[in-house]
Structures are given as structure tokens and as C-alpha cells.
């Protein structure tokens, strides 16, 4: 059974870098055709794409925020990463890491629990 | 990349059937059949249910369909229950390897 779990801080000062790690468990971040992504939710709002980091080493980002992200894998724990940077309150929301399964379901078909991050001094 | 427009609610009772609405551009909805659904009932993991427009990953009820047409896409779910109310989300590929959600829709049932 695949599992993925967010963690990291759950308070952020303002312009400070943002640091979570989503662990994976039950499927290898190895597989060619998974690709890893991170989504979150601001309070009271919807769904926001942040980015993608697919097999090729190629990672993409929503456009909104304007290149603070850095979405990087270790393979050596299974592990994926979200680094954005400069910070700010509207960073504030729940965060979520997903699985991208390409040539399968083409869509994000397994998810984490979602951490909350606070963006305050 | 502007998010997709959804409703933001809509009702239902009980065995009744609801559509949900997901509204895009040519640039991602109308070019791409790669428009995926989630269910997402606050506190936990976001589900996929539609998946590619129309198709249901196994496990999920065939009350759950998709379709599009154009710049729009729709989930239907019908003979509605009580573990349906969440809220309702739609994704599309949007080219160049990126994605955009829709802006959720609270589904009530009545």
C-alpha cells in the first residue's frame, strides 16, 4: 500500500526559506513513470499546482511563483523535497505531496495527509 | 496560469444526481484529455475519482462519471449519499509539464 507523509516545520518566518519532505513508502521515487508533486491549499481557498519533479531530473513550477520553488528526490531514502523561498503570509496554507503516475493515470493519484505551514514572525 | 472555474457550490438530495462544472481554456481543458477529479473531505488526503476526462480508477463507484466538452468539463454523481458531501476539485495537464486546479466546489447534500 502506497503512503506518502509530509513533514517539516509547521511555522516559517517571514522571507525565510519554506523546507518540507514528503517520505514515500510502498513504491519506489525510482520508478521512471512516477513523478512527484507538491500542491497546497491557503486557508479558505482551493487547490494550487506548485510543482512537479519528473523521472528525467526535470522539474516545473506554477508560474504565480515567480521561481522560489526547488523540488528535489532522494533516492537513497525515498524521499522527495519542497524548498520557496522569501516567504510570505500568502505562502500560509496546507501542503500537499502527491504522486504524478505517468502513462497510467496521467493524474495525481496518490496523496499525503498534508502538512499545515504558518507564515509568521 | 489562471485556475479553472468551478462553481463554488452546489446541493443535492439524497438519490438525486448533481454536475459539477470545470471550466478552462484552450491551452489546457480544450487541448488536453488529461483532466483528472478529486474528492476532498476536509482534514484528509484528496482522492482521485475521474481520471483522463472520464475514466475511474478501481475502487471507485460507477456513480462518479466525467466527460467534456470543448473548454469544459463535468462530473456527474449520481443516486447521490450522505459520504458524498466534500468538496469536488478538477485538475487539467496544462502543457509544458504543468498543471492548474479548479477553484473546489462544496458539494451539500440536502
Known amino acids: 500500500q502506497v503512503q506518502l507523509q509530509e513533514s517539516g516545520p509547521g511555522l516559517v518566518k517571514p522571507s525565510e526559506t519554506l523546507a518540507l519532505t514528503c517520505t514515500v513508502s510502498?513504491?519506489?521515487?525510482?520508478?521512471?513513470?512516477?513523478?512527484w508533486g507538491w500542491i497546497r491549499q491557503p486557508p479558505g481557498k482551493g487547490l494550487e499546482w506548485i510543482g512537479c519533479m519528473y523521472d528525467s531530473g526535470t522539474t516545473t513550477q506554477n508560474s504565480s511563483l515567480k521561481s522560489r520553488v526547488t523540488i528535489s528526490v532522494d533516492t537513497s531514502k525515498n524521499q522527495f523535497s519542497l524548498r520557496l523561498t522569501s516567504v510570505t503570509a500568502a505562502d500560509t496554507a496546507v501542503y500537499y505531496c502527491a504522486r504524478l503516475s505517468w502513462g497510467d493515470s496521467n493524474a495525481f493519484d496518490m496523496w499525503g495527509q498534508g502538512t499545515m505551514v504558518t507564515v509568521s514572525s | 496560469q489562471s485556475a479553472l472555474t468551478q462553481p463554488a457550490s452546489v446541493s443535492g438530495s439524497p438519490g438525486q444526481s448533481i454536475t459539477i462544472s470545470c471550466t478552462g481554456t484552450s491551452s489546457d481543458v480544450g487541448t488536453y484529455n488529461l483532466v483528472s477529479w478529486y474528492q476532498h473531505h476536509p482534514g484528509k488526503a484528496p482522492k482521485l475519482i475521474i481520471f483522463e476526462g472520464s475514466q475511474r480508477p478501481s475502487g471507485i463507484s460507477d456513480r462518479f462519471s466525467g466527460s467534456k466538452s470543448g473548454n469544459t468539463a463535468s462530473l456527474t454523481i449520481s443516486g447521490l449519499r450522505a459520504e458524498d458531501e466534500a468538496d469536488y476539485y478538477c485538475?487539467?495537464?496544462?502543457?509544458?509539464?504543468?498543471?492548474?486546479f479548479g477553484g473546489g466546489t462544496k458539494l451539500t447534500i440536502l
Open positions: 485538475c487539467s495537464y496544462a502543457g509544458i509539464s504543468t498543471w492548474v
Open positions: 510502498g513504491a519506489s521515487v525510482r520508478i521512471p513513470t512516477y513523478h
